[in-house]
């Protein structure tokens, strides 16, 4: 396969350290509140490519942290720990809020067929691999103690700024709120490894250490999860491109001081998506969650297949509009592969040779719209219907677009649901059924405020209404 790499700048050929294995490392979420689909835009195409490259034959190692401490509101070392910010919106405890948000981002991932990595590691699991680590940094003379905290020092590496290709200056930190310059730092650019001081006395997790009592920095968390479960050595390191800078930055520094040897070959980023006022940020209220989505009526895979029609390293606009047009692909799609017959014999020499085209249109910097392509040429394909649908179930193993199941269910006889509702008063079974069109009209005229009220006055008559691609169906408590 043939990536980009950011700390090259160039597509190249990906060379494992170890012949047909692959270790990879992905930051994982801080728990602190829901991800919004800019956050999970990032996910789907890192599992996009953890699944294609599994698919090309490679043995791969799939690591991800969970942060639940030390993300401080800028990327920086200022600020309080998000955290804890969460936990006071609440007025839960900080275990409580990770608890609550990494079980609501596992589920986003499962409506969104992100696979879920092979090792998941909290960040708080691993307090003394973090200790241990910068222990070994002071000892080798790159962190130094200053007014309480432990700070990496960043004038002891050569070429610091290698993954950016930017000089100091262009580099600007994610400022948000409450950010002031920290004074005890020997060099602009050095980062907390160890806090025993901050701004924000109030930090609820505390850990004993050699220095005092206190918290890890974001930063040693993902070096030594990493090298905790995968060594010293990793071939790919991903993540969206805000954390190319401090974050990325700062891993590789920390982590080759510690080692004294190269460490990650590959860096794989993902760009943003941003809606129409600019990028998605969860401080903006009511900012895009699944379940919005999906509480107006979107399919989490249509999400999924608007992601993978676009390229991983261009900013994706995210509109309804937007999120309408890729629904009326997929669907039309979807009802292209319900129409081929599952009869008769496959012919796996086509197959094959369909596998080896996707392998190699995918295979040029994860090009996820052209392995789209690919299902439309086994659809005007030559060969018999039982072939195609058996090309377009292999390439689904990438995609994951359940591209074969739905368009079955297309297929399938009505669901048991508006039958079952049809023994009920025929006044009440008219104004259920007047309410329902009524909310297709307010969502088809984008009046999603309406639609939602209407699902609500439902909810209150005691009907559960479902989405689907034939109709709404609806069942009575
Ligand atoms: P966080 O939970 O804030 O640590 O972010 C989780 C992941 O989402 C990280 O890999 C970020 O780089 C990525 N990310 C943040 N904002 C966006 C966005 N608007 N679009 C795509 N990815 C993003
Ligand atoms: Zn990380």
Same mark, same amino acid.
């Given at each position: 396969m043939k990536l980009y790499n950011t700390l090259t700048k160039t597509v190249s050929e990906l060379i494992p350290n170890e012949e047909g294995k692959i270790k990879m490392y992905t930051c994982g979420p801080t728990v602190y509140h829901f991800a919004h689909i800019g956050n999970l835009r990032t996910y789907i195409m890192e599992d996009v490519l953890e699944k294609f490259l599994r698919f090309s034959g490679y043995d791969v190692t799939r690591v991800m942290n969970i942060t639940d401490v030390g993300h401080l509101s800028s990327d920086g070392d200022t600020g309080e720990d998000k955290m804890l910010k969460g936990a006071k919106r609440e007025k839960k405890t900080v275990m409580e809020i990770a608890e609550f948000y990494k079980n609501a981002f596992f589920e986003d991932c499962k409506k969104l067929n992100i696979k879920t990595p092979d090792i998941v590691e909290p960040a708080t699991n691993c307090i003394d691999s973090f200790i241990n680590m910068v222990q070994g940094l002071i000892d080798k003379g790159f962190a130094y103690i200053a007014d309480g905290n432990v700070y990496f020092d960043t004038s002891k590496v050569e070429n610091y700024y290698?993954?950016?290709?930017?000089?100091?200056?262009?580099?600007?930190?994610?400022?948000? &709120?409450? +950010?002031?310059?920290? $004074?005890?730092? @020997?060099?602009?650019? &050095?980062? +907390?490894?160890?806090? $025993?001081?901050? @701004?924000?006395?109030?930090?609820?997790?505390?850990?004993?250490?050699?220095?005092?009592?206190?918290?890890?920095?974001?930063?040693?968390?993902?070096?030594?999860?990493?090298?905790?479960?995968?060594?010293?050595?990793?071939?790919?390191?991903?993540?969206?491109?805000?954390?190319?800078?401090?974050?990325?930055?700062?891993?590789?520094?920390?982590?080759?001081?510690?080692?004294?040897?190269?460490?990650?070959?590959?860096?794989?980023?993902v760009h943003h998506l941003n809606d129409e006022t600019g990028k998605m940020s969860k401080s903006k209220g009511d900012f895009l969650t699944v379940s919005l989505i999906e509480s107006k009526g979107y399919d989490p895979i249509a999400y999924r297949f608007f992601c993978l029609q676009s390229h991983y390293r261009k900013p994706l606009v995210f509109s309804y509009e937007a999120l309408d047009q890729a629904t009326a692909t997929f669907n039309k799609l979807l009802r292209k592969i319900a129409s081929l017959k599952d009869e008769g014999e496959g012919d796996y020499e086509y197959v094959n040779s369909v596998k080896a085209k996707f392998i190699d249109s995918v295979g040029s910097d994860l090009n996820t719209a052209l392995g789209i392509t690919c299902i439309y040429e086994i659809l005007k394909a030559s060969v018999n219907d039982k072939s195609k649908l058996l090309a377009i179930s292999e390439i689904d193993k990438v995609l994951c677009c359940d591209l074969i199941k739905k368009a079955q269910s297309l297929n399938a006889p009505k669901t048991e649901a508006n039958e079952g509702a049809s023994n009920i008063d025929p006044e009440l079974k008219a104004k259920i059924e007047a309410l329902i069109s009524e909310r297709a009209s307010a969502k088809k005229e984008k009046n999603f405020a309406r639609a939602d009220e209407i699902r609500q006055a439902l909810s209150d008559m005691g009907v559960t209404i479902k989405d689907t691609r034939e109709g709404t169906t609806y069942t009575l408590n």
């Open positions: 290698a993954l950016t290709g930017h000089n100091p200056e262009e580099l600007m930190v994610g400022v948000r &709120d409450d +950010v002031t310059e920290d $004074t005890s730092k @020997k060099n602009k650019s &050095d980062f +907390v490894l160890w806090f $025993t001081k901050s @701004k924000f006395d109030d930090q609820e997790l505390k850990w004993d250490s050699p220095w005092g009592i206190g918290y890890p920095g974001w930063h040693i968390e993902c070096s030594a999860i990493c090298m905790k479960h995968l060594g010293n050595k990793l071939d790919i390191h991903c993540g969206g491109v805000d954390n190319i800078f401090p974050h990325h930055t700062n891993e590789i520094a920390q982590s080759e001081a510690y080692t004294g040897e190269k460490w990650c070959n590959y860096w794989f980023h």
